[in-house]
């Protein structure tokens, strides 16, 4: 007959090391440990200006790389205290197309705000990764912007699709400098149908360097089916432009 005090010591003994071996496997491949991704910087070959082809223009300014895995101004250009305007340049270089790109801004003189704005439209209405897209912020009260003032940009965007008045991008194909305006055509190539008001915007260079913006509307503003154009006559009003390009889009229905 078994010594009942003896069994009761060897199971003990055998729940011990079961209970040992089962802590080492957890402890080994805990199924319910969390493991926190690192992020890591997406990486997005910088495109030559105007690569989706969709803007017209004699411009083929360089702009810097811009910041990884953001999208980011590489240029700003002059304020034009009459109009309220800057411009500026930025590069998209998240993995995703955007579209929708709105922008704000506040200047600071002497480490203050003194204005802040926002942004009136893009051209390409949408931007493809490393490509550059044109903007301007428009300030109320530019006339406080001093010279040299600090500007502080944040972006806001949408997935490029065809979502109804998501930004939809005409590619122009045509444009002729007559006399003092831009007169040309653009077409709807997106493949879903567009509605007006179809802007039209103007930005000059000098080289690489932004120095002049001015924004007009196409002639049509109902919608525009697939395959359907779109006309405008653009003044420049009498500003030195020695080299422009120039961006058509309106709205998806």
């Not at 949408?126 to 912007?145: C, K, T």
């Not at 003032?149 to 122009?172: G, L, M, R």
């Amino acid at each position: 007959m078994k010594n009942p005090l003896r069994l009761a010591v060897v199971l003990a003994a055998v729940l011990l090391l079961t209970s040992c071996s089962s802590s080492d496997v957890a402890a080994e491949g805990d199924s319910n440990t969390t493991s926190i991704p690192v992020e890591k910087a997406v990486t997005v070959e910088s495109l030559p200006f105007n690569a989706s082809g969709l803007l017209g223009g004699t411009a083929q300014p360089n702009f810097p790389d811009g910041e990884a895995s953001e999208v980011s101004v590489v240029q700003v250009g002059p304020l034009d205290r009459d109009s309220g305007s800057l411009i500026f340049a930025f590069r998209n270089n998240t993995s995703d197309g955007i579209s929708h790109v709105d922008w704000s801004a506040t200047a600071r003189t002497g480490g203050s705000i003194v204005a802040t704005g926002s942004s009136q439209g893009t051209i390409p209405d949408q931007v493809q990764p490393g490509e550059v897209g044109l903007a301007y912020i428009y300030f109320d009260n530019s006339a406080a912007v001093a010279d040299g003032a600090e500007f502080e940009f944040t972006v806001n965007s949408s997935p490029v699709d065809t979502s109804s008045y998501n930004t939809a991008p005409f590619k122009v194909t045509e444009v002729n400098l007559v006399g003092d305006s831009i007169v040309g055509a653009a077409t709807n190539e997106t493949g879903a149908e567009a509605t007006g008001p179809y802007s039209v915007g103007i930005y000059c260079f000098d080289g690489d360097n932004l120095i002049s913006q001015f924004t007009d509307f196409a002639e049509q503003d109902g919608d525009i089916s697939d395959g359907g154009s779109v006309t405008f006559s653009a003044p420049l009003y009498g500003a030195d432009c020695p080299s422009f390009a120039l961006g058509v889009g309106g709205y998806f229905s």
